[in-house]
């Protein structure tokens, strides 16, 4: 088994983040998606109840993989060269920084709100007797938006790797896949 990243593929380490993090973020829609739909109830209620420390997870996840990426950059695949490299070093780059920034937008939420936040138990901000207004706002303006932007980019993303299989035949799905 592999551990680290290759010109050639990526990783157990890189594989690992890649999948982990593409669960939980269809954990986190399953889960929205759901709750738009049919409204709250105590099925719905499970997936939203969730919604938050899965959404920590996910944001620690994102950050090691962030870091793990930029450690890992001289060894990894590249997306060659051209428009089409182009665009998917572009494509990539503005999911991570969505994966971060959303996360943090709800990270913001939850320190200038009254509610406090303890995923797991574990307390990382506690409750407010006062709301910070400019925090919750901008937040609660944009965590969920750009939640929505995302799963169109994460579409984009898949539909690529559809592109690359069927189309072009250049094994990027191998690449991340673990297959040789």
């Known amino acids: 088994m592999q551990l680290l990243d290759s010109s050639e593929r990526y990783g157990a380490v890189s594989r690992l983040l890649h999948w982990a993090v593409a669960v939980l973020i269809l954990w986190q829609f399953l889960g929205m998606g759901l709750k738009l739909i049919f409204g709250r109830n105590d099925f719905v209620g499970f997936f939203v109840g969730t919604h938050q420390p899965v959404g920590f997870i996910i944001f620690v996840l994102v950050v090691i993989r962030a870091l793990w990426a930029l450690a890992s950059r001289k060894r990894r695949p590249d997306h060659g060269t051209g428009l089409v ?96």
């Open 85 to 180: 490299a182009k665009a998917a070093a572009a494509g990539h780059g503005l999911l991570y920084a969505l994966m971060i920034a959303i996360p943090t937008l709800a990270l913001l939420r939850a320190w200038g709100g009254t509610r406090g936040f303890a995923p797991f138990g574990i307390e990382i901000f506690a409750p407010r007797e006062v709301e910070i207004a400019w925090a919750t706002s901008l937040a609660g303006l944009l965590h969920g938006e750009l939640g929505w932007v995302l799963a169109v980019l994460i579409a984009g993303h898949i539909a690529m790797v559809g592109v690359h299989e069927s189309l072009w035949r250049d094994g990027t799905l191998r690449k991340m896949a673990g297959r040789r």
